[in-house]
């Protein structure tokens, strides 16, 4: 039972492809974010400004309740539609930072499978065990892997959908990246 130390090895220049896509998605991330910030110092500040040319405005404690009231949902909402700007950029961009590292994670578990059912074609008698062991191994590492994958997946989804109701906004349709100008 020789297996070459090749077959179960991902390539330097898949290494350094996934490395290289993983870098450029935190840099774009980074700077639709700053694109995000930028954007929202910007609207705060016209609001802020529009803000106290209408406290400048008020005449009576009446204009200045319902001024008040006025500007408290208005606020609320640009909250959550900042938060959930951030929230969607750090998605999106962990999702395409993992994706290249799973993909590989993917190859080596086809070729660590095919490396055990080539083993066991050429294994003396009497090793079944041990190859079914290893076997079961590879299995319930697989089947851990995937509950976690489906169990983070399903926390961000609700994530998504708490941030949703809370903003009072309607549900994403689709999972297409946010636009760049945010």
Known sequence: MTT??????????????????????????????????????????????????????????????????????????????YYRGCYEILAQGLEEVVKPFELQAAEINKQVIAALEKAAKSAPGGSDVALAAVQSMVAAANSTYESVSKATRKAIEIAETNLTAAAGLPPKASSEPADKAA
């Open 4 to 81: 070459s130390p090749k077959l179960l090895t991902v390539s330097p220049e898949e290494i350094f492809d996934a490395y290289t896509s993983a870098s450029q998605t935190v840099f774009e991330s980074a700077e639709r974010l700053t694109v995000l910030n930028l954007n929202t110092a910007r609207a705060l500040m016209d609001d802020g400004t529009a803000a106290v040319r209408s406290l400048l405005s008020v005449k009576t404690p009446q204009d200045l309740s319902a001024l008040q009231s006025a500007s408290a949902q208005p606020t609320v909402e640009k909250v959550l539609g």
